[in-house]
């Protein structure tokens, strides 16, 4: 078969590039050749998969040779025509093998077909002795690919046992290996159907348990006989897509199914090691380090390496040499090498000699490359480090030696990526008085990049189509905007847009507009933004006071000239993506962040307007105000008790005062609207009950929380037009500070 001269060729995808628009594909010669997303014929280079089975032509031009008139491949005539088709309809496809299954599963295989397409019927799957289980694939109609954004093939599987069993969901996975065209199959999405009554209940229990776990719709056999079941096909799967959160993932990422943006990058670094390089990936909390070494171990384990997973907060409990024997043993088990390790010879004068000799002998015997990742390098990493010999002694020095004098012999037969919060240990010249052995190891760029627009597009639309919402292209470069291409933020913005839709009774499917944004961003940065923000920046407060008291002044609007600061500590706030700079000039990426700090250091900034500071004075006073009444009700009570401290209290008043208040409730003395308590009065009243209610309770000395209430109060509402002078702002913030600080204390 001919196309504009040239012979149709079969192939894979093997490499996909989404944000520079190419690829290459893999023919069936075994050569690579490059296309780019304009050769696509009738497919969305945004639908193509790595490993998808594709067809293409051959073309040959001056520079070199390349792929052109890119399709997904269709095995046969039938399966072409139907692609072209502008619809999916309901059906059965004449090679689905119905005579394989049960009388009662033909009739709910029928029953499919008219809500679906049924498209092919496979073997059994036997799992162990005495589990099988019959298959087939099912194709939405067009209605179920709009509402669900199910484009895919779904598997279903008949559980044909009186109870359900959660090996129920290995046949699943077996269904997807089983299929070569495994492309075709939808990963988020597949269907049980059993004779349990309770498989609903039991299908919920582990859904709950495993947040990575696909969508699976369950069913039982006996809701699906008879004829007309689409509504319950419609209700089940709204149930079950529509009120799962697809967003609100807490831990590193396990599956490649919910794994967005960083696939190239992914791919980078598996490339890094191919070249002899070693590599670093650090990075902010919460910004996917873990979920991409774990994708770096997914993706490689079908090549000639062998990727050994090494949490750090495991290795800092040894010494240096015994460290040395955790990761050779580690690298022994995951490489099935099977080779004896003597423990008891890595003593501190052969553990180099010991760990050189066992990796050669496991990469002789293997025939694998070897990369090592190490997460959260900051805990073996001098300074700071969790035990002391890590932290202040030499054993970072000498473990890194032996990996390093290993990379060095071996090239890209062994290298190593180093993962974390902290490049510290990358950073330094030397150590303890020692070469560092991971200074200038890394050659690349080593922290991890953030999303990009079109990164952010394709996760949520892609996890928010499955939850029935939508996000049009404003939202989504606003998104990527607002929080800096933080996919944690960006994941966790989407699922209060997700409570927000279900909350308002919002119909599903919805696209998200500016309007429903900027309705829900208010409402994040209330109930969330400020503890992500907060558990995000730690890494600064614990590691970086002086980028984090950085940050605090850019966003006051403090700073007025960037350049005589630390390089050093530009390059950590530009490598983390919090900041970036643009024509010489400094300034936040993630908007979300500066909020967060200007909202946290508000009462820090400097050159305030007159106005500003009246603002500031009356905001701070009012939100103390209530809390000092509070702590002088409770002492006076506690002292007293109601009765006597009432009496107390008008005894303090005004004739006129106490006649007028004397009838109202001891509570009632305390409410501004009832009575006239205000802030010098309180103030005037622990000053009188000092040494039989305060004395104790305060840090501070009588006349010390006297000025305090006297400074404070000179600074009053009614003289809102006078002028505040720096010095009188200053003497104020510092004093109400401290004042804050001792109710705050008593009120915990």
């Given at each position: ?8 060729v079969r ?11 190419y690829?290459?594909a ?21 639908d ?17 040779t ?26 059965i ?11 009662e599963?033909?009739?709910i ?7 679906f397409?049924v ?15 019959r298959?087939?694939?099912?194709k ?7 509402q ?5 093939e ?7 046992y009186?109870r359900?069993e ?7 996975s077996e269904?997807?290996?089983r ?9 988020i ?16 229990h ?15 056999y006996?809701?699906l ?8 096909f419609?209700?089940r ?26 696939r190239?990058?992914?791919?980078d ?5 191919n070249?002899?390089e070693n590599?670093?990936v ?8 873990t979920s ?10 079908f090549t000639?390496?062998?990727c050994?997973?090494?949490?750090c ?9 015994e460290?040395l024997?955790a ?18 010879q ?6 180099n000699?010991?760990f050189g000799?066992n990796?050669s ?6 025939g ?5 990742l190490?997460?959260?390098?900051e805990q073996?990493?001098p300074?700071l ?5 890590w ?7 000498k ?6 004098s290993?990379?060095?012999k071996?090239?890209?037969k062994?290298?190593?990526?180093l ?5 510290y ?10 070469d560092?052995?991971?200074y ?5 760029e080593?922290?991890l990049?953030p999303f ?18 939508k996000?049009d292209?404003?939202?989504c470069a606003k998104m990527t ?9 960006i994941?966790?913005?989407?699922s ?5 839709v279900?909350?308002?009774?919002m119909?599903?499917?919805?696209t ?15 109930k969330?933004?400020d503890n ?13 006071p ?24 530009i390059?950590h706030l ?13 300034g ?7 909020n967060?700090?200007?909202?946290k250091y ?10 500003e ?6 905001e701070?006073?009012n939100r103390l105000e ?5 702590v002088?009700?409770?002492q006076?009570?506690a002292?007293y ?5 009432k009496?107390?209290?008008?005894e303090?008043?005004?004739p006129?005062l106490k ?7 001891y509570?009632?003395l305390?409410d501004?609207?009832?009575s006239e308590?205000?802030?010098k009065?309180?103030?005037d ?13 305060f ?5 010390t929380?006297?000025?305090f209430?006297t ?16 010095e ?5 913030r ?15």
């Open positions: 078969m001919k196309s504009g001269g040239n012979r149709i192939g894979n995808i093997r490499r996909l590039f989404y944000d520079k628009g690829g290459f893999l023919g069936e010669d075994g050569k690579d050749y490059f296309f780019h997303k304009s050769s696509l014929k009738n497919d969305s280079f945004e193509m998969e790595e490993g998808e089975a594709i067809t293409f032509c051959i073309e040959r031009n001056k520079r070199k390349v792929a052109i008139n890119v399709e997904k491949y269709c095995e046969n005539e039938f399966e072409h025509n139907l692609k072209k088709e502008a619809r999916t309809y309901a059906g496809h004449p090679m689905v093998k119905i005579g394989s299954f049960t009388a599963e033909q009739n295989i029928k029953t499919l077909g008219r809500t397409y498209t092919n019927s496979g073997n059994k799957i036997i799992l162990g002795a005495g589990s099988e289980y298959y087939c694939l099912i939405p109609t067009d209605f179920f690919a709009e669900f954004n199910l484009k895919r779904i598997i279903v599987i008949f559980a044909n009186e359900f959660p090996r129920t969901f290995d046949a699943i269904v997807y290996k299929n070569t065209q495994h492309f075709r199959i939808d990963r999405c597949s269907i049980i159907i059993s004779k349990d009554e309770r498989v609903e209940d039991e299908v919920h582990i859904l709950k348990n495993d947040t990575e776990m696909q969508v699976v719709i369950p069913f039982t006996e809701e006989q008879g004829k007309n079941k689409d509504q319950l419609v209700n799967f709204r149930e079950y897509f529509y009120e799962r959160d697809l967003f609100a993932f807490e831990s590193p990422l396990k599956k490649d199914i919910y794994f967005f943006g960083r190239e990058y992914v791919h670094l598996i490339n890094r090691h070249s002899g590599s670093g650090f990075g902010l909390r919460r910004s996917g380090k991409v070494l774990q994708a770096i171990e997914r993706a490689a384990q000639e390496t062998k050994v997973f090494i949490d907060q495991d290795l800092y409990h040894y010494a240096w040499n460290a024997c990761v050779i043993r580690q690298v022994n088990e995951c490489t099935n090498a099977e080779i004896v390790i003597e423990v008891l890595y003593d501190e004068k052969h553990a000699e010991k000799k990796l002998d496991i990469i002789k015997k293997t694998k490359d070897i990369l090592l190490f997460d959260e390098i073996i990493t300074k480090g969790m035990k002391e010999n932290k202040e002694g030499d054993d970072f020095v473990f890194w030696q032996t990996i390093r290993n990379f060095h071996w090239g890209n062994f290298t190593f990526i993962a974390g919060t902290n490049p240990a990358i950073e330094q010249i030397s150590i303890n008085k020692h560092n052995p991971l200038n190891q890394l050659k690349a080593s922290y990049p990009k627009v079109d990164d952010t597009k394709d996760m949520i639309n892609k996890l928010g189509g499955y939850m029935g919402i996000f292209d404003i939202v905007q607002d929080f800096g291409g933080h996919p944690y933020l994941r966790h913005f989407c209060t847009i997700n409570q927000y279900i909350e308002k009774k119909s599903k499917p919805i998200i507009t500016a309007v429903l944004y900027n309705n829900v961003m208010p409402l994040f940065v209330e969330s933004a992500y923000c907060r558990f995000i920046l730690q890494v600064l407060e614990d590691f970086y002086e980028e984090n008291k950085f940050l605090e002044q850019m966003a006051l609007g403090n700073l007025q000239e960037t350049d005589r600061y630390d390089p050093q500590m390059a530009l490598g983390y993506g919090i900041i970036e700079r643009n024509q010489g000039q400094l936040f990426k993630v908007e979300v962040l500066k967060y700090l200007a909202r508000a009462y820090k900034k400097q050159n305030l307007t007159n106005e500071k009246w603002a500031e004075i009356s701070r006073r209530p809390k000092v009444r509070t002088v009700r409770m006076l009570q002292t008790g109601i009765s006597q401290a009496h107390k209290i008008l303090s008043m005004r006129d006649e007028k208040y004397k009838e109202l409730q509570k009632e305390f501004p609207k009832k308590i205000y802030f009065q309180l103030g009243l622990i000053e009188k009950h000092w040494d039989s209610c305060f004395k104790n309770v840090s501070k000395n009588k006349q929380i006297k000025a209430f400074i404070i109060n000179a600074l009053r509402l009614e003289c809102h037009a006078a002028p505040v002078t720096d009188e702002m200053e003497n104020f510092g004093t109400i500070t401290q004042l804050e600080k001792e109710i705050d204390n008593l009120l915990e």
